[in-house]
């Protein structure tokens, strides 16, 4: 079945780091990836999507990248502030769209 | 535009009784998903509504059931709790023709004790 595997957190960094959080699929065919971001205490926020190979999806200053030869999209901030301190999921969307697929998340701390 | 909205947003039940969370779709979406998010984890999905109809079904037991009413708005009830069942649950929307994108409400926090 699918399956999305992010890196380990808890990540730490201090202000104006650059932040890489990676992230794996496995899915049959050609899914819509997506990056989620939750802040505490509330739901989730579509962070950034990319619907086919090798599209770019960005928003805030994030970039993650759909690279259907590594099954991978990484997420990527030059230089991250305090604010995005939260917790990031991957997920992906099967072609049917019934369901997104999420991986297990990863903390972000960010310190001034 | 009005966003997902959930109620309520804390609730505090018995192993074996029966729940009822709310939920209202952003205007203009016809799909509802529900997902549960246990403590530390990525959310999980429970079922999906299109048009009042079940549309697709995660790893739940019956005892998990929904609806979907004529506004699109939805329900999800769980019958039977057990401590297992405490969680975050989500509800997501969109529109099924145009996006695969779904937008989150803010979540219900069950505890069941």
């Known amino acids: 079945g699918n399956s999305v595997t992010q890196m380990e957190g808890p990540v730490t960094l201090s202000e104006e780091a650059f932040l890489t959080i990676n992230c794996t699929y496995t899915a049959t065919g050609y899914p819509s990836l997506f990056w989620y971001v939750q802040y505490p205490g509330e739901g989730l926020q579509l962070l950034l999507k990319a619907t086919k190979a090798d599209d770019k999806g960005s928003n805030k200053g994030f970039e993650a990248t759909y690279r259907k030869e590594t099954t991978s999209f990484h997420l990527e901030k030059g230089s991250v502030q305090v604010s995005d301190s939260a917790v990031y999921f991957c997920a992906l969307s099967d072609q049917s769209a019934q369901k997104l697929v999420f991986g297990q998340g990863t903390r972000l701390t960010i310190n001034p | 535009e009005t966003g997902v909205t959930q109620s309520p947003t804390h609730l505090i039940k018995t192993r074996g009784q029966q729940v009822t969370l709310r939920c209202s779709s952003q205007s203009g979406h016809n799909t509802v998903s529900w997902y549960q998010q246990a403590l530390g984890q990525g959310p999980q999905f429970i079922f999906q509504?299109?048009?009042?109809?079940?549309?697709g079904r995660g790893n739940f037991p019956p005892r998990f059931s929904g609806l979907q009413f004529p506004n699109y708005s939805s329900e999800l009830n769980v019958n039977a709790l057990e401590l297992d069942d405490s969680a975050l649950y989500l509800c997501a929307s969109s529109l099924r023709e145009v996006s695969y994108e779904q937008y989150f409400g803010p979540g219900t926090r069950l505890t069941v004790t």
């Open positions: 509504y299109y048009r009042e109809e079940e549309n």
